[in-house]
C-alpha cells in the first residue's frame, strides 16, 4: 500500500513565494495564456485550492506576478538612484523587465475577459518620479529649479519606450542581430534623456 504523502506546512509568505516562482517558470514558453494553475499548484508542491486562496484566480496569479517584478523593479530603480550612477543602468533594468514577460502579462490581463482593468500601481511609479525628481535637483544649476512634470513625464516616456519594445520591438528589427540591436537602441534612448537633462539644465 503507497505511503500517504506527508502534507509540508508553510508560511503563507513562502507558500505564495513558490507559487509566483512556479507560475513564472511555467510561463517562460507559452507566456500567460498557457498557464494552468494545476501545473503550477504540482510544480509549488502545493494544491490548487492553496493557489485559489492566495491568489483567488489565474488573472490574480498573474496581477501578483506583475506587482513582484514591479516592486523589484522599483527597489533596483531606486538604489541606483540613492547612489548617483550613470541612468544607464536604470534604464537598462526598466526595459529588461518588461521584456522579461511584464508587458506581455499587462497585456493578457488587459484582454482578459471577465478581469478588471490592470492597475499600474502608481505609488511605485511616484516613488521613481520623486527619486529621480531628488537627483536631477542635485545636478541643476542655482537659481534654476527642475520641474517635476518634466521628471514624470520622463519616467511615462521610459515606461512607455520599454513596454511598446519588449512588444514589438523584435518585430521592427526584423530578428536581425537582435541583442545588438536592441543593446544600441536602449543606450540610444539613455543617450537622448542625458542630452534632455543637460539641456534642461
Known amino acids: ?5 506527508k502534507r509540508v506546512r508553510r508560511r503563507p509568505e513562502d507558500a505564495k513565494a513558490l507559487i509566483l516562482d512556479a507560475a513564472e517558470a511555467s510561463m517562460k514558453a507559452g507566456g500567460p495564456a498557457a498557464l494552468r494553475l494545476q501545473d ?14 492566495h491568489f483567488g484566480s489565474r488573472q490574480g496569479l498573474v496581477r501578483a506576478l506583475n506587482l513582484r517584478s514591479l516592486q523589484a523593479l522599483t527597489a533596483g530603480l531606486l538604489e541606483r538612484m540613492g547612489e548617483a550612477r550613470s541612468g544607464d543602468e536604470g534604464i537598462k533594468r526598466t526595459f529588461e523587465a518588461y521584456r522579461d514577460g511584464l508587458a506581455q502579462r499587462t497585456i493578457w490581463l488587459l484582454q482578459s475577459e471577465g478581469s478588471p482593468p490592470a492597475q499600474v500601481n502608481i505609488s511605485m511609479f511616484e516613488d521613481i518620479v520623486k527619486g529621480l525628481h531628488v537627483l536631477r535637483q542635485r545636478h541643476a544649476r542655482p537659481g534654476h529649479p527642475p520641474d517635476i512634470e518634466d521628471t514624470r513625464a520622463v519616467v511615462h516616456l521610459t515606461t512607455l519606450a520599454a513596454f511598446g519594445d519588449a512588444l514589438i520591438g523584435p518585430r521592427l528589427r526584423n530578428g536581425v542581430n537582435e541583442d545588438a540591436r536592441r543593446e544600441r537602441f536602449i543606450k540610444w534612448f539613455s543617450d537622448l534623456l542625458d542630452m534632455y537633462f543637460d539641456a534642461a539644465r
Do not use: F, Y
Not at 503550477?40 to 486562496?53: F, N
Open 1 to 5: 500500500m503507497a505511503q500517504k504523502k
Open 40 to 53: 503550477v499548484a504540482r510544480a509549488a508542491g502545493v494544491s490548487h485550492p492553496t493557489i485559489l486562496h
